[in-house]
């Protein structure tokens, strides 16, 4: 993996801008960094080049020599040793499918309908093993692994001095660092529909993050209700802001495949987030309601 | 655009203007369709009640604007086991005989291929509108005369070719028209069995008649009975049709037990204009990899059967947070749109794929009949549409013509041991199915 592109613009000299894009984690991670100096937004890229590779390791289920392939591979048998970031991570994909009522699961794509009312695995602390329950067990960390990736590099970035940043995981997962040169914050539109240039909603983000959930951009529906163990087909898509990009991450996944009956207790939980539901039609006219 | 629209099965597709801008052939099972044909009839007589005959029958029975009112098959119990469905029907053993019911307005001709074109022609002399199982017909010849006279009488024609009307088709060539998956690059088509290819048969001088498709005599065998739906494929994709053919075909396994004389392994190799080329491939003496249809994409990858989409791309890079750039770079400030959900494919190819659509029905292949949610039901339907309405659909007996055309030519191609081209007198007016520019 390397950077993708990197460009450097000293049109403003004011505000010098520097652009990069990574390919990582089966997309693209993009990054706007403000008042840095070239050779050092040249070195940070690399640095979150490097991070962002290590963390696809770590958390894929595609490849072999992958931790997590390892233990989907064997954890139905036997207690798997994880390292302490793994095991980490597993914990608190368990806290949040309790913190969520089951609606966020990581084992919500394995072949157990109902996995959500209950944990797929169980961690021993005292050995740092996880043990699957059932052979037919999987676990996917495609939903937690971006938000997760986003929230460890901002926090790269705000370390190296950078104030006015933004990172840009897919579009659909987006952390700010500080605000706009031009502004209070950072204006983020949401698309009212796949190449309509319509926005459907203004989000504006200052020190903080953001994250949409809802069908894919060629209509694919590639989330599961962990309750049920089917795709969710449902025509509308949610947003989460908040503090922190794993968090939003986690929450949008959670409210879009939760029924609208429960989302209003879920986000109640997080304090400091907030959910937005847009519904848009075929012509890109949307209603925008806030989950409260 | 509306995708929810594919979402439902053609019967309750509720087709938007611009899916029959694109598919004009699905006009004849639109709303709009439905409600001119509600309380009409379609007089239907089904020539060739066999195994093919009987699975019409079980659509055409959910089918309130469907009355079937004539059967004909030259075998009794076949006869015998439609008329159970139908009780009040008349039985002909001669379809001659069918076609000179008045009560009869369209028939569906489901018999042996050596019979489609006179059967066919001649059902559309006697001014009935006509459905006839692919392919079309046992010749080159013949599939020539067949357009043109139909083109003469203004006849109403469907050729059996069901994935026009297979909602996952639509929505996935819909898919490739928008570029989703970058320029088509390949199109690869298998179909593999693992059975011998034979219906019970009750006493030896029955074996050629219901065995048919296993004599050369009555038969083009696997080019005509599987790779004429997968060949369509090809320029239903790509937009244009095979420059030239080579293949190779053999009997391989089912030597020892009977005397069959048509291939039981072959493969074809269509090469485009373009330089794509298009395989078919498919061995009755071996299952494992069943059936696949996959148009292979610059930028991805979809799967037909299965309906899932594989990216090779992450996603188009953002002109969204560009613009960003640009504006920090212009020294202002306004709304930047690049936030949505995911670009979901993931490129691993080990990932699993997305589903086009929900509810994907999928389909092994394994069935020598028929098979469920394949769009034969809705072709069905569109055709008992057609005649009440008298509607000739655009477009469908082209790409039917075709499919028959090279499914043909590649079995000569086989049989010549050369790479072969579509004969000039062959060429009928073909406008591809495209809805980008």
């Known amino acids: 993996m390397t950077v993708e592109e990197f460009r450097y613009s000293t049109k403003n000299a004011l505000h010098p801008v520097a652009y990069a894009s990574i390919k990582a984690m089966h997309t693209r991670l993009e990054m706007v960094l403000v008042d840095m100096a070239e050779d050092a937004a040249r070195a940070l890229c690399e640095a979150v080049e490097t991070d962002t590779s290590e963390m696809e390791r770590r958390f894929s289920r595609h490849e072999a020599a992958a931790a997590l392939t390892v233990v989907n591979m064997r954890g139905g048998r036997e207690a798997v040793g994880v390292d302490d970031e793994l095991f980490m991570a597993l914990e608190l994909c368990e806290a949040f499918r309790r913190g969520t009522e089951g609606y966020f699961d990581i084992t919500a794509c394995s072949d157990c309908a109902g996995v959500g009312v209950r944990a797929g695995y169980a961690l021993d602390a005292a050995a740092h093993t996880v043990r699957l329950y059932g052979a037919g067990t999987l676990l996917d960390m495609g939903g937690f692994a971006k938000g997760y990736a986003l929230e460890r590099l901002r926090r790269r970035v705000a370390d190296s001095g950078v104030t006015q940043a933004v990172l840009n995981f897919g579009d659909s997962s987006i952390a700010a660092i500080g605000h706009h040169p031009y502004g209070e914050w950072w204006p983020v539109g949401v698309g009212a529909s796949v190449g309509q240039p319509s926005v459907a909603h203004e989000f504006r983000l200052r020190d903080s993050a953001l994250s949409v959930s809802g069908r894919g951009r060629g209509g694919e529906y590639h989330i599961f209700d962990p309750h049920s163990g089917e795709r969710v087909v449902r025509e509308e898509t949610v947003v989460v802001e908040g503090r922190s990009a794993l968090v939003c991450e986690v929450l949008s996944t959670a409210l879009y495949a939760a029924p609208d009956s429960r989302r209003k207790s879920i986000i109640s939980r997080y304090e400091g987030y907030a959910a937005t539901v847009l519904r848009c039609g075929a012509t890109g006219g949307c209603k925008v309601r806030r989950v409260e | ?437």
């Open chain 2, 1 to 437: 655009m509306d995708r929810k629209e594919f979402l439902k099965d053609c019967g309750r597709m509720g087709l938007a203007g611009w899916v029959l801008s694109i598919f004009p052939w699905l006009e004849s099972c639109s709303d709009r369709t439905r409600q001119e044909v509600q309380g009409e009839k379609a007089r239907i007589g089904i020539i060739g009640t066999g195994s093919r005959g009987l699975f019409h029958i079980q659509h055409l029975l959910q089918m309130p604007q469907v009355e079937v009112t004539a059967l004909c098959d030259d075998y009794t119990p076949h006869l015998e086991d439609a008329a159970q469905y139908y009780p009040s029907a008349k039985l002909y053993s001669d379809y001659r005989r069918l076609l000179e019911d008045r009560n009869v307005d369209g028939v569906i001709i489901a018999t042996p291929l050596y019979l489609h074109a006179p059967m066919t022609l001649d059902a559309m002399e006697a001014g009935k509108r006509v459905f006839c199982e692919k392919a079309m017909a046992y010749s080159q010849e013949d599939c020539l005369r067949v357009y043109n006279r139909r083109k003469e009488l203004g006849a109403v024609l469907f050729i059996g070719q069901q994935r026009l009307f297979d909602p996952k088709y639509i929505k996935a060539m819909s898919m490739i028209h928008e570029g989703r998956i970058g320029d088509v690059v390949g199109v690869r088509n298998y179909w593999y069995r693992n059975n011998n290819w034979r219906r019970d048969v009750p006493s030896p001088e029955l074996e050629r008649r219901i065995n048919w498709r296993l004599y050369s005599e009555y038969s083009r065998g696997l080019m005509t009975e599987l790779a004429c739906h997968q060949l369509q494929n090809g320029s239903w994709s790509i937009g244009m049709l095979p420059e030239q053919v080579m293949g190779s075909g053999h009997l391989v396994h089912w030597t020892k037990e009977d005397k069959r004389d048509v291939f039981d392994t072959v493969s074809a190799i269509f090469t485009y204009p373009n330089g794509v080329n298009m395989t078919f491939e498919s061995i009755i003496s071996n299952k494992h990899f069943g059936m696949g249809e996959q148009i292979l994409g610059s930028q991805g990858t979809i799967d037909l059967v299965s309906g899932l989409i594989y990216s090779d791309e992450p996603m188009p890079k953002g002109s969204g947070i560009h613009q960003l750039v640009t504006q920090i770079e212009n020294g202002i400030m306004s709304n930047s749109v690049f936030a949505g959900t995911s670009w979901a494919a993931e490129t691993s190819p080990l990932a699993p794929g997305l589903p086009i659509m929900p509810n994907v029905t999928v389909n092994t292949g394994e069935s020598t009949i028929g098979a469920e949610a394949d769009g034969s039901k809705e072709i069905i339907e569109a055709f008992a549409n057609a005649v009440i309405t008298g509607r000739q659909p655009e477009k469908i007996l082209e790409e039917s013509y075709y499919a028959s055309q090279f499914a043909l030519l590649a079995d000569r191609a086989m049989h010549e041991n050369r790479i072969l081209t579509l004969d000039d007198r062959f060429k009928v007016p073909y406008e591809p199915i495209r809805n980008r520019a």
